[in-house]
């Protein structure tokens, strides 16, 4: 990704293992905080949104449709996003 100018902000890049990350991080909350059943973190789909900047990593939660999850392959709900603050200190 190139760096450009937007107003008086510099959009920085984001690095792809900070990306996985934020999709590690994702993954790992909504299991130890029980957010989806067992079916439904089987089929979930987790992408790191193109909207998340420098102050904020978004990560948005999927439904998988496929012959194991059922559904129509053709459509993905999202069925939440998280949010995190990249300047916050995470325990993790």
Known sequence: M?????G???RQ????SAKDNAVD????IIKEHHL????QQRCMSLTYRDDSDA???KVGVYEVH??????????????FD??????????L
Do not use: V
């Open 8 to 10: 008086a902000f510099a």
């Open 66 to 79: 496929d012959k194991e999850c059922g559904g129509d392959p053709d459509f993905s709900h999202r069925l």
């Open 25 to 28: 991080r994702a993954a790992k």
């Open 82 to 91: 998280r949010h995190e603050d990249r300047h916050r200190q995470m325990g």
């Open 55 to 57: 102050k904020t990593a």
């Open 13 to 16: 890049s984001t690095s792809a």
């Open 2 to 6: 190139l760096c450009g100018l937007s």
């Open 36 to 39: 989806l059943t067992a079916k």
